[in-house]
């Protein structure tokens, strides 16, 4: 199908595409942005362990930097796998959004009830249910 075909628009009802060879077709998975509390959380888990390791006399190089030598960043975004058979609610139909530090483009907004979050997911990805 072709996303013409598809007629995904505000307001509608999604589902993931069914994944029929999880060796070849990894699940679905939607994107969201992390909240403040969650960046700073991880802040704190990456302060913590760094204590931890300067107590037992280890080396922190690898908990504060990456191989090339950058400071580890703070994630901006993580990924959720999406249920084959949940229906999502469409809030926005076409987007290009932050994902991480780059835009994405080609995303659609659905809301999980589930969770209570905003995902964002390949519009390929998706079919409209009914």
């Not at 959380?41 to 931890?52: I, L, P, S, V």
């Not at 058979?85 to 469409?90: G, P, T």
Request: hydrophobic share 35%; glycine share 6%; net charge negative.
């Amino acid at each position: 199908m072709k996303n013409k075909e598809l007629k995904i628009r505000k307001g509608g009802l999604v589902k993931s595409r069914p994944v029929l060879d999880p060796d070849w077709n990894p699940p679905i998975k939607g994107f969201y942005h992390l909240t403040r509390e969650e960046i700073d959380e991880w802040h704190a888990d990456k302060r913590a362990a760094t204590m931890e390791a300067r107590e037992k006399g280890e080396d922190t190089f690898h908990i504060n930097f990456d191989s090339a030598g950058e400071s580890r960043l703070a994630p901006q975004h993580a990924y959720q796998e999406l249920n084959p058979d949940m229906v999502y609610e469409i809030l926005r139909a076409r987007c290009r959004v932050p994902c991480g530090y780059h835009m994405e483009s080609g995303q659609v907004k659905i809301l999980d009830t589930e969770t209570g979050r905003i995902l964002y997911c390949d519009r390929d990805a998706l079919v409209v249910v009914g």
